[in-house]
Structures are given as structure tokens and as C-alpha cells.
T-cell receptor
Framework: DAGVTQSPTHLIKTRGQQVTLRCSPK?????VSWYQQALGQGPQFIFQ???????QRGNFPDRFSGHQFPNYSSELNVNALLLGDSALYLC??????????FGPGTRLTVL | GQQLNQSPQSMFIQEGEDVSMNCTSS?????WLWYKQDPGEGPVLLIA?????ELTSNGRLTAQFGITRKDSFLNISASIPSDVGIYFC??????????????FGRGTSLIVHP
């Protein structure tokens, strides 16, 4: 049984570009949450998707958007990248009312 | 964004020693979670606590849900080199997941010297 998978593992972009990160949830999980983890910090909640809709959103600008597909997989899109967007982006999946399981993350570097 | 107060920030210990770390908040939580993160990996859930005063063990790890519901503690007994990593606490207002999103601490970095 595969756990949460994320792609790509690493990504380098330049300021102003756009990026798409992908997440496949653990089998049996229907809820996906995205977090941003800056160096030396704990994960910061970006948003949560359930039944293909954004259910909760943290304190992140509209440049951050997402999508959930019918197979429960999800994408995180970031537009107009800033240097400060450099971070580890974590995807976590769960049953709607269960505990979250994290993927290995995507390391995004913005130059 | 809001984060919990987690201490100590880092710990350097000898193999075999016991470890204690804690997490405090100005808000009440109904669930406390403890995660471990290895380099290049995502956090892994170690222990979940759902009731004030609850004491739960997972092998050499023991965690407690503070009676005030504003704090939690994690102890590691007889540390070994593979305990190295960053330990995060997380508090959640809901007793279950759903629309309740956990708030994470800044982490305690643990280094174990053989």
C-alpha cells in the first residue's frame, strides 16, 4: 500500500514564473491538505480539499491555488513566484475525519 | 501565522539518555499530536492524544495531554542514534480531523551522540 506521494521532489524556478506541484493521497483517503514549510519552521497550512472543493484556507494570497481531481489526487499551483516562496511544500492526506499522513514533500527553490 | 511555543529549540544528548520536550499554547486544544521529521522527508505521526490528562506510549516514546489543554509533553527514554530528527507538536481544536486543521510548533531538533 503506497503512502502519500508527491512530484516532483525538487524544483528550481525564477521569480515571476508559475509552478504546479502534484500529490497522490494514501489509498482510502479522500481529503488532501497542503502545507508550506520554511527552513527551521513548522508546517504552515495553505488549504484543504475535500470532494473536489476547497474547504479551508490558511493565510496565503490568491497566488496560491489548487485543485482536487475525482480520484482524490491534488495539485498546488503558485503564480508569480517570489523569492520568499522557496520552501518545502508538503501534502497530507486523510480520511475526512481522520489523522493526516504526510508525503515526502517537494523542495521548491525560487531564484 | 500562529504557531505553538515548543521547547527546547534543540537538544544535544548522549546515547542512552532520556529526553523531554514540551509544547505550550495560549489557546485550548482538544487534540495534541506529535510528529517526527527526518531530513528530506515529511513528518510522521508518532502519538495522538485526545483527552486532557491522557498519557500514551509508543515504544520508548511517551506523550501527555496537559490537564489545562494548553500544553503537551513528549518523553523519549533510552535514546538511540535513530532518534535524531526534528520533533513537532501540533494542536487541533477538534477532537477529529474534518474541518479542524492542526497548528504546528516550530520543532525541537534532537541530536544523539553515540
Amino acid at each position: 500500500d503506497a503512502g502519500v506521494t508527491q512530484s516532483p521532489t525538487h524544483l528550481i524556478k525564477t521569480r515571476g514564473q508559475q509552478v504546479t506541484l502534484r500529490c497522490s493521497p494514501k489509498s482510502g483517503h479522500d481529503t488532501v491538505s497542503w502545507y508550506q514549510q520554511a527552513l527551521g519552521q513548522g508546517p504552515q497550512f495553505i488549504f484543504q480539499y475535500y470532494e473536489e472543493e476547497e474547504r479551508q484556507r490558511g493565510n496565503f494570497p490568491d497566488r496560491f491555488s489548487g485543485h482536487q481531481f475525482p480520484n482524490y489526487s491534488s495539485e498546488l499551483n503558485v503564480n508569480a513566484l517570489l523569492l520568499g516562496d522557496s520552501a518545502l511544500y508538503l501534502c497530507a492526506s486523510s480520511p475526512w475525519d481522520g489523522e493526516q499522513f504526510f508525503g515526502p514533500g517537494t523542495r521548491l527553490t525560487v531564484l | 501565522g500562529q504557531q505553538l511555543n515548543q521547547s527546547p529549540q534543540s537538544m544535544f544528548i548522549q546515547e542512552g539518555e532520556d529526553v523531554s520536550m514540551n509544547c505550550t499554547s495560549s489557546s485550548i486544544f482538544n487534540t495534541w499530536l506529535w510528529y517526527k521529521q527526518d531530513p528530506g522527508e515529511g513528518p510522521v505521526l508518532l502519538i495522538a492524544l485526545y483527552k486532557a490528562g491522557e498519557l500514551t506510549s509508543n515504544g520508548r516514546l511517551t506523550a501527555q495531554f496537559g490537564i489545562t489543554r494548553k500544553d503537551s509533553f513528549l518523553n523519549i527514554s533510552a535514546s538511540i542514534p535513530s532518534d535524531v530528527g526534528i520533533y513537532f507538536c501540533a494542536g487541533r481544536r477538534g477532537a477529529s480531523g474534518g474541518s479542524y486543521i492542526p497548528t504546528f510548533g516550530r520543532g525541537t531538533s534532537l541530536i544523539v551522540h553515540p
